[in-house]
């Protein structure tokens, strides 16, 4: 599936499950094709993120860190709170696949950065 998509989501509940859907057997790795824009909104340790993120930006895939807060509720009534590490003009650009879960207002950017290496680093606020 990740080769014939343009933008791929998981949320999934630790680090271990991300890691190894995605570079585990069988898992991302093996199927992103160039230009994948990878989100992964798990609530996990920033370092499973850079190790992810570099291994999928190896195969030109660009991962944006996205952890949520907000629960069934904010899940409910679309207002979650969605943490983006990365720059402001990529964020503008990529937060209309947050907008299902997520009031634009709530689309913050970053107290993180972008996890993917050839991704600006720089911080900046909306």
Known sequence: MAGQVDVLITMLPNSPDVELVALGRD????GVKPGLLYLDMST???LVSQKVGKALGA???????????????????AALSIMVGVSRPTST???RCFRPWARPSRIW??????VSPSWPTRSSSP
Do not use: C, F, H, Q
């Not at 898992?27 to 093996?30: D, K, R």
């Not at 950017?109 to 972008?114: E, K």
């Open 27 to 30: 898992g991302l790795i093996e």
């Open 109 to 114: 950017v970053p107290w993180a950065r972008a």
């Open 44 to 46: 996990i340790s920033p």
């Open 59 to 77: 195969k030109g895939v660009r991962m944006l860190d996205a952890p949520v807060s907000g629960g069934e509720k904010g899940a409910i009534d």
């Open 93 to 95: 650009r990529r937060s």
